[in-house]
């Protein structure tokens, strides 16, 4: 089988899970299999690397000293810890040098200049997978394997210019990544491919925004047309609720891309939306494994999944910490001009809507928010809105969860909203919101946080996913 095989910050965290990593690449390798690997940044080397460049473009120079000295030392340690043969270590070393010192030049420059931009952010956080990816090289090397790392530009995906949340332009990537990927693959080199960045038809670095490594994944899996992309993660695989709040909940064996997606967007954190979403277009089937049990088959999710009979609910998922923003007023009857206007505010504000409901008497429109974004959102709604006629309030209220039913065999089955909010009631958890898509796979609504954790087990049991 051609696969790609995507691994997350955790999987690459340190110097003996890369080595982990890389005994698994080659027992794949020895089955037979013809591999590409996406590797994402080592844990929270992303977040640190977005940090050190806010702090330094306020004229910070000393924060690159000591932030590029501890962030060599750490893939350093890795690379020493993974890599066992002397020359191969050399050979990584040698790149990993390199490219600290390009990092520590361009934070100067920033520090220099005082502003941080775009296009130069999105250079800086792309090196956590710049500097992984060597590392992972190495390791496979060691192993005996033939490998060569590559970043996202290197191999061929080509993207607009919107830094820090670019789309590929999938046909002169599709097209590019094959040339560059068949190649290889026929040479029996193993690519190891850096998630995450791009870089536009001038050659200038880009990212993919929240999810780009699994995006990268799919785009490549795409390109090569690979039998299946396989995502590794710390978890068995999809799950029918948060294992967390629900002991009963089990791993889900066949899921659709639509369900996935669902899931994905209500906080089950497995696959980005967007990399299901390609690979969907695609019809590359996705498959999530276990690096706990690598001989499991994990959950797979393809284009169309039969629904049992009396297989009503697939899984049962919720997002903590909402923000609800109630714009209302009697004017807003009749103006559907003011839901756009609305939902411009927070787009121009960068703020994630999370879910909409509106009263059958347009009085009102309830918005869910990440509470984080909550008094940024408030404000610029009241600045642009209660000068008007239409509008007379705008009221936040926190401490909310949502809470969301996912499943295909909803379509088309009466009564299963009549079902969820019944079980509510016998467990007495208020609603504050509802809401579902017209695909009808999938009944949201909104309760207080500490009403959750409950109402995920009520349905959980309700229709019977531990079963």
């Keep these: 089988m051609k696969l790609v095989m995507k691994f997350g910050g955790v999987s690459v965290a340190d110097g003996d899970k890369m080595r982990r990593v890389g005994a698994l690449v080659r027992k794949y390798e020895k089955d037979g299999h013809r591999l590409v690997i996406i590797t994402s940044a080592m844990f929270s080397v992303t977040d640190s690397l977005n940090e050190v460049a806010r702090k330094v473009s306020k004229g910070d120079k000393k924060a690159v000293h000591d932030f590029v000295e501890a962030l060599h030392a750490r893939h350093r340690k890795a690379a020493e810890t993974a890599i066992k043969d002397e020359r191969v270590l050399d050979r990584t070393l040698i790149v990993l040098n390199t490219r600290m010192d390009e990092l520590k030049n361009i934070l100067l420059g920033i520090a220099h200049i ?30 005996g394997l033939k490998s ?23 046909s002169v990537t599709t097209h590019q990544v094959k040339e560059n990927l068949d190649r ?23 990212t993919l925004g929240r999810g780009g490594s699994d995006y990268t994944a799919s785009i490549i899996g795409a390109a090569i047309k690979a039998d299946e992309v396989w995502v590794w993660k710390d978890v068995d695989g999809l799950m029918t609720a948060n294992p967390k709040f629900v002991k009963s909940a089990k791993m889900i064996q066949k899921i659709s891309f639509a369900e996935a997606m669902e899931l994905a967007h209500f906080g089950a954190e497995v696959i980005h939306p967007r ?24 959950t797979v999710i393809e284009a169309e999944v039969k629904v049992k009979s009396g297989d009503v609910v697939k899984a049962i998922t919720n997002i903590n910490d909402v923000s609800v923003i109630t714009v209302s007023g009697a004017s807003m009857v009749g103006t559907p001009r003011l839901a756009a206007k609305v939902l411009q505010i927070l787009t121009d504000e ?21 509470k984080a974004s909550g008094s940024k959102a408030q404000n610029a709604l009241e600045l642009s809105l209660l000068g008007s006629k239409e509008v007379r309030e705008v009221k936040v209220e926190d401490g909310l969860s949502i809470v969301a039913v996912v499943g295909a065999g909803m379509k088309g089955t009466p009564g299963v909203a009549a079902r969820v909010f019944g079980t509510m009631a016998q467990k007495e958890v208020n609603i504050r919101a509802i809401a579902q898509g017209s695909s009808e796979l999938n009944i949201s609504f909104i309760v207080k946080k500490e009403d959750a954790r409950k109402a995920i087990e009520a349905l959980h049991d309700d229709f019977k996913l531990g079963e």
């Design 114 to 143: 005082g502003e941080l931009t775009p296009r130069s952010r999105d250079f800086v956080v792309g090196y956590g997978e710049k500097l992984s990816a060597p590392v992972l090289q190495g390791a496979l090397e060691d192993l």
């Design 148 to 170: 060569k790392a590559l970043t996202g530009g290197e191999v061929g995906i080509v993207t607009d210019s919107r830094y820090g949340d670019a789309s590929p332009l999938m």
């Design 184 to 206: 290889l693959l026929e040479d029996g080199v193993i690519p190891v491919v850096c998630g995450f960045i791009g870089s536009t038809q001038d050659g200038v670095q880009t």
């Design 275 to 298: 990399a299901l979403e390609c690979a969907a277009k695609y019809h590359i089937p996705f498959r999530v494994k276990s690096l706990n049990d690598p001989d499991g088959k994990g």
């Design 350 to 370: 960068d703020v994630d809507v999370l879910m909409i409901s509106q009263s059958s008497s347009e009085e009102s429109i309830t918005l869910a928010i990440p």
